[in-house]
């Protein structure tokens, strides 16, 4: 579907995403999704695909 992405591999603590329109933590959505994380942030959603939502951290994110 447009506007969603699935990554199968993310290692919380090894791996990070990065969100150039994003300031902060507080500026993406996160969800648990049975089992898995959403990420949404400007109507675009990222499925981590088994990784619970507790196991990130803001070190797993790069901004601006």
Known sequence: REGRDRILDFQPGR??????????????RLRRRKGDTEIEIDGTRLRLEE?????????????G
């Open 51 to 63: 990784v619970g939502r507790r196991a990130l951290e803001e070190d797993d994110f790069l901004f």
């Open 15 to 28: 791996d990070r995403l990065s969100f150039e329109t994003a300031e902060g933590l507080g500026d993406l």
